[in-house]
């Protein structure tokens, strides 16, 4: 298998600041996916980026894969960006997704 | 259909019942997976259906858990004799490439409780 690991495991934010969510990963991998889990548990595909940085409104990513990390940048949070932040990365050899443990952010008005 | 969809959203049951938890994944896709979230833990894989291959059952945490997906779309995870520990979110997700190429889409899940 291969070791995912996520940094904070746990942050507070106030409205409006910025942050940086770190996964460090063991091994190469084919693909990586940022996932975002709501407080009602659903799990939504934030970016699908095996490398290179793509950005969708006040969210970014970034993955080196040569290094073995991929950040998600969280820009102007807000109330609603509340939940579980989870990194999940694939390698064709298992033919499955391995998750990290998550990022549990909570932003306070 | 437009997303991934898991039936029953919620389940309470027995200690030493059965029971069937259902996905229906996005039309056209080809890959399935099964996933398990502990409460406060992360997701734990099960199963993986891929067209007509056999599946890749490594994840499967007992015999009293077994899947089956019919017609390569939708798929029942069954699990028998429940126990405590099984209770969790059991969630089902699907890709329209081989080995999850352009990502997953997940379900809502289903939250199983064992009492």
């Known amino acids: 298998g291969i070791q995912v690991e996520q940094s904070p495991p746990d942050l507070i934010l106030q409205e409006g600041a910025n942050s940086t969510l770190r996964c460090n990963f063991s091994?190469?991998?084919?693909?990586l996916q940022w996932f975002h889990q709501n407080p009602w548990g659903q799990l939504i595909n934030l970016f699908y980026?095996?490398?290179g940085t793509k950005q969708n409104g006040r969210l970014s990513a970034t993955t080196v894969a040569t290094e073995r990390y991929s950040l998600l940048y969280i820009s102007s949070s807000q109330t609603t960006d509340s939940g579980v932040y989870f990194c999940a990365v694939f390698l064709y050899n298992f033919n499955k997704f391995y998750f990290g443990s998550g990022t549990k952010l909570n932003v306070k008005p | 259909g437009a997303g991934v969809s898991q039936s029953p959203s919620n389940k309470v049951t027995e200690k030493g019942k059965d029971v069937e938890l259902r996905c229906d994944p996005i039309?056209?896709?080809?890959?399935l997976y099964w996933y398990r979230q502990s409460l406060g833990q992360g997701l734990e894989f099960l199963i993986y259906f891929q067209g007509n291959s056999a599946p890749d059952k490594s994840g499967l945490p007992s015999d009293r858990f077994s899947a089956e997906r019919t017609g390569g779309s939708v798929s029942t995870l069954t699990i028998q004799r429940t126990q405590q520990e099984d209770s969790a979110v059991y969630l089902c997700a699907s890709s329209n490439r081989n080995r999850g190429g352009n990502g997953y889409t997940f379900g809502s899940g289903t939250r199983l409780t064992v009492v």
């Open positions: 091994d190469s991998v084919n693909n």
């Open positions: 039309s056209g896709h080809t890959a």
């Open positions: 980026i095996p490398s």
